[in-house]
């Protein structure tokens, strides 16, 4: 092969490599869920009740929406101050420590966030049996052992179909 067809393939594959960067959608959105299947965590969760909390200024705040998505065991939020955002504030990546389904056959989520190169986050989540309520709690210093309403750090979501 001579010189110039070696270039033009070259440029040929990079124009292609730089055409997909540009025009592919690097966080797909999660595939919708239906709410008849098995419970999962994955989807889109909001409570409007949580609009305009203080968050993510004040502790005591919440993010009103959530969305979801899973890949392997590595977990993904995009998180949004109010339900009707469409920008995310703020998007997380943690890891799916453990996963199970209880004898009522809600789905439960033991996760971690590294929010910062110094601060983990240590979540229990748990979908109920219906697929339609998320409800969680954390902590900075250890796995929750369960889901404390009372606690700081308790969210309860609904799953968003539209």
Do not use: H
């Not at 025009?23 to 609009?51: H, I, K, Q, R």
Request: charged residues 20%; negative net charge; hydrophobic residues 35%.
């Amino acid at each position: 092969m001579n010189i110039r067809k070696i270039l033009t393939i070259a440029i040929l594959l990079l124009s292609t490599i730089f055409y997909l960067a540009a025009n592919c959608d690097p966080e797909p959105d999660p595939v919708p869920v239906d709410p008849t299947l098995e419970p999962t965590v994955v989807g889109t969760w909001a409570n409007s009740d949580y609009n305009d909390s203080g968050w993510p200024e004040s502790p005591e705040g919440m993010p009103a929406k959530q969305v979801v998505s899973i890949v392997g065991s590595t977990i993904t939020t995009s998180v949004f101050k109010n339900v009707s955002d469409t920008e995310p504030i703020g998007t997380y990546i943690g890891e799916i420590i453990e996963e199970w389904t209880d004898d009522n056959g809600a789905r439960w989520y033991k996760t971690t966030v590294n929010v910062d190169p110094e601060s983990t986050v240590y979540g229990l989540a748990k979908v109920s049996s219906d697929n339609l309520t998320l409800e969680g709690v954390s902590y900075f210093d250890d796995f929750p052992t369960e889901i404390d309403t009372e606690n700081d750090g308790y969210a309860i979501m609904y799953r968003q179909t539209e």
